[in-house]
Every structure is written in structure tokens, then in C-alpha cells.
């Protein structure tokens, strides 16, 4: 099936731009100039992926991506300045599942499109009655994760997680105890030898952390080994 991609920017040239590329590799796309007028129809009617640019009048891509969060978990990329790593750590931290700096290419932008959406792909589908070849659900003490549903929940209670950190957390939680590195948290997240920095898992944890303390304030499965990685931890 055809995925549908969004584009919110108040730079119609981009829009136009992105919006043609993205046709001319099959996509359709919707295209919004404001934060306001973006999200009713993202929420009303979900893409499959969402682009977002920062610096918008009206309601910035901050404020959209938290108040489209309130609601949904559809993928979303952030384009922010060139260089702006305040930027980039803040719209992560929020729950972006990537960012790119401007300016950028058109290639590289559809690549890491693609990439989320075969992720999104992968941990989406739903299990079929009868499909052996389904994934099982993953127990780690207090911590439940079903990949082919999409569910975590942590004792009992369901914690949303976007695809990027459900896989970073899946990663971690297989082999409770032993420490992956941040190279190896990025393969299982992003693959394709798509390059992210570390700064980049860094916030995803962090944002993993926080998700997990509101509805348990003692949480603290997710170890940092300093100069090392992360670990998950089972009780």
C-alpha cells in the first residue's frame, strides 16, 4: 500500500520541492503551511509519517509534536537549523523519531523516510490467528512487550512507546544484564547504515525513562554504564 507522508513548513518552496520528490517515489503527500491547520488534520486523519519543520508561525513544531503526541504516535521527523544540536536533542526528547538539518538533501531525506517506515512496518503488523511465525511476547520481570501488537506495558500498566524507542527497549530488554553500546542501539533502531549520532540515543533513553516514571516513579530498569552504553535491568 501506498504510504502517505505530511509535510508541515511555512516555506512553501520547500513544500513544493519535498512534496514532488516524494511523488516521484510513489508517496502521496499532504502538505500544511501552519502548526494549527496541521494538527487537526493529522489527528482527524493520520499519515503514515509526518515532517515537521521548527520554526513555524503560529504554533511551532515543538508545540505540534506535543500536542499530536497527546494523541498519536505516528512517526515524525523534525528538519531543524543547521548545526542546532538544542534543537535536535529538545524535538528527540519530545518523541521526534529523527531530525535532519537544513540544509539537506532530497535523497537522504527519502531514505531515512524509508527506513522509519520499515521499521514501522516491522513492529506494527499485526499477528494473524495461527501465524507461527509471529514474534512472542517479550517478559522481563515487570516489563511486558508484545513487537507483534505493538504493546508495552510495565506492571500491567501500558506505556506508548514510538517504533524508534519500542526497538531501542526491545534491543536492551533481549539480553537483560548485559550492556549494548550506543552503535548497537542505533543498528536495531535505524539500520540501512543510516548514520545518527550518539546524542541521539542519548535523548531516546532519556525520553524511554521518563515515559516508564509517570506511571512508575521508581523506575530504574535502564542502566547508564558510563563511557560504555546502556543495560536493561530485570527485577
Do not use: C
Not at 507483534?148 to 510495565?154: F, N, P, S, Y
Not at 539500520?191 to 549520532?197: F, G, N, P
Not at 516513579?217 to 560504555?228: M, S, V, W
Amino acid at each position: 500500500m501506498t504510504a502517505t507522508i505530511a509535510l508541515v513548513d511555512d516555506d512553501r518552496n520547500i513544500l513544493t520541492s519535498v512534496s514532488i520528490a516524494l511523488q516521484t517515489e510513489g508517496f502521496l503527500t499532504r502538505v500544511y503551511s501552519d502548526g494549527e491547520t496541521a494538527l487537526k488534520a493529522l489527528t482527524d486523519n493520520p499519515p503514515d509519517l509526518a515532517i515537521f519543520d521548527i520554526k513555524m508561525p503560529r504554533m511551532d513544531g515543538f508545540e505540534l509534536l506535543r500536542r499530536l503526541r497527546e494523541k498519536s504516535q505516528i512517526p515524525v521527523i523534525f528538519l531543524t537549523s543547521k548545526d542546532d544540536e538544542l534543537d535536535e536533542a529538545l524535538g528527540l526528547a519530545m518523541g521526534a523519531d529523527d531530525y535532519i538539518a537544513k540544509p539537506f538533501s532530497q535523497r537522504l531525506l527519502i531514505a531515512r523516510i524509508r527506513a522509519i517506515l520499515r521499521r514501522t512496518e516491522a513492529v506494527a503488523s499485526p499477528a494473524e490467528e495461527g501465524d507461527t511465525t509471529a514474534a512472542a511476547p517479550l517478559i522481563r520481570g515487570r516489563l511486558s512487550m508484545d513487537p507483534a501488537r505493538h504493546r508495552t506495558t510495565w506492571d500491567d500498566a501500558p506505556v506508548t512507546l514510538t517504533v524508534t524507542e519500542f526497538l531501542i527497549l526491545e534491543t536492551l530488554a533481549q539480553r537483560p544484564g548485559i550492556v549494548k553500546t550506543r552503535n548497537q542501539l542505533m543498528d536495531a533502531a535505524y539500520q540501512d547504515d543510516i548514520y545518527v549520532d550518539d546524542r541521539t540515543i542519548d535523548s531516546h533513553i532519556k525520553r524511554l525513562r521518563r515515559k516508564f516514571r509517570q506511571v512508575d516513579p521508581e523506575f530504574d530498569a535502564i542502566e547508564t554504564l558510563y563511557g560504555a552504553g546502556y543495560r536493561f535491568s530485570e527485577e
